[in-house]
């Protein structure tokens, strides 16, 4: 399982450009080159890395008809969370707060200094996937791992719904969730846009002057829909699950937008104001398309006087951490230490 055929061996062979050279404007054209699949990670990892890069990754749907074919397709290809709830002995009930579809994930055995806690968790998906039991998939590795009870909010997606839809929806749960536990005892965390509505909803949750989370977790968020950030150009098709800006993600993220200015803090979070904000743990890898924004959610946290803790996984694409792997086992127990440090009991 350590040695990957030779026709695996590489993600992919980059379109050919010329050979290095400074432009007048200071960019750089990189030659072609093959990027290896490396020793250094998991057998798990180096198959997801393996992973072919498909055909048409640039040719995201133009219309509404387009995209309600897509999210119809994967509203039916979502990861079934059935078998972590088995693995982990986690029962779920499926919940309504304040409107808002959601699933409360209960380990079997809950030891004493989490009794009282609850972390909210909030799916990733670019926005359009990740709905229905799909949305428990990422709160049941927390939910098993570190013995935490775990609300998963089901908000609503496009193409039907767009901003600030999901972003409402996540507030909503919030304030539902305050008459479940106390806000010191409580939690928030997602994945890629499951990150950025993490890092938002404590912007709004500052706005409105709601009580704020104790800790959040928000991993490889899309923290700025603007395309910004170094890592949209240097992880550009080495990043075999976003691929590169053309692809389907960013138009998801788009969408969602609605033509609202992707700029704004609630849209883009890395341009929000973070002073204030509870103790945050990041997580990425060095082939994350998305290494950047969180790089800069970070750096963004660190001025503020906010603690922050940033983590990056040795040749990790977008959210390889949330696959099964001892590297997302990794990952995830340093979620629920970090949660345990910052929770009240």
Same mark, same amino acid.
């Given at each position: 399982?350590?040695?990957? %055929? ?6 992919a ?9 400074a432009?007048?404007d ?15 990670? #998991? ?7 393996a ?7 640039d %040719? ?9 074919a ?6 039916? #290809?979502?990861?079934?969370?059935q ?31 989490n009794?009282?806690r609850?972390? +909210? ?20 590795l927390?939910a098993?791992?570190?013995h935490?009870?775990?609300? %998963? ?7 039907? !719904?767009?901003?600030p ?15 479940m536990?106390?806000? #010191?005892?409580m ?15 404590v ?13 959040i977790?928000?991993?490889?968020? +899309?923290a700025?829909l ?19 800006t053309?692809?389907?993600?960013q138009? /998801?993220?788009?969408?969602y937008a609605?033509?609202?200015?992707l700029?704004?803090?609630?849209? %883009?979070?890395?341009?929000?104001? +973070?002073?204030g !904000?509870?103790?945050?743990?990041l ?5 994350d ?5 969180t ?28 696959r ?7 990952a995830?127990?340093? /979620?629920?230490?970090f !949660? ?5 009991q």
């Amino acid at each position: 399982m350590h040695h990957i %055929s030779a026709i695996t061996a590489c993600i992919a062979t980059c379109l050919a450009v010329a050979p290095a050279v400074a432009q007048t404007d200071g960019s750089r054209d990189v030659p072609a080159r093959t990027l290896p699949i490396p020793s250094t990670v #998991s057998p798990e990892i180096q198959r997801a890395l393996a992973t072919p890069i498909p055909e048409n990754w640039d %040719s995201p749907p133009q219309t509404p008809e387009e995209w309600n074919a897509v999210a119809a397709a994967l509203g039916e #290809s979502q990861r079934d969370p059935q078998p972590l709830l088995d693995r982990f002995d986690l029962t779920f009930e499926r919940l309504v707060v304040n409107g808002v579809p959601a699933y409360l994930l209960t380990p079997a055995d809950i030891p004493p200094e989490n009794q009282d806690r609850l972390l +909210m968790h909030i799916h990733g998906g670019c926005y359009v996937m990740g709905g229905g039991p799909g949305a428990m998939f990422e709160g049941a590795l927390l939910a098993g791992q570190g013995h935490f009870r775990v609300l %998963s909010v089901d908000y609503r997606r496009p193409p039907e !719904f767009r901003y600030p839809a999901a972003l409402d929806d996540t507030v909503a749960v919030w304030r539902g969730a305050l008459e479940m536990a106390d806000s #010191s005892r409580m939690g928030i965390f997602g994945a890629s846009a499951g990150g950025a509505l993490t890092l938002s909803t404590v912007l709004r949750l500052k706005q409105d002057g709601l009580p704020l989370p104790a800790a959040i977790a928000p991993g490889t968020p +899309m923290a700025d829909l603007t395309r910004s950030g170094d890592t949209y150009y240097t992880n550009r098709l080495v990043d075999n699950v976003l691929i590169g800006t053309e692809g389907r993600c960013q138009a /998801m993220g788009e969408l969602y937008a609605g033509g609202h200015d992707l700029s704004d803090p609630m849209l %883009s979070p890395v341009n929000g104001d +973070m002073s204030g !904000f509870p103790p945050t743990l990041l997580t990425t890898g060095t082939r994350d398309l998305l290494l950047s924004d969180t790089v800069r959610v970070h750096r963004k946290l660190r001025r503020a006087g906010v603690e922050a803790d940033l983590h990056v996984y040795e040749a990790q694409a977008h959210g390889h951490y949330i696959r099964d792997s001892p590297e997302s086992r990794e990952a995830f127990e340093e /979620m629920a230490a970090f !949660f345990k440090k910052h929770l009240a009991q």
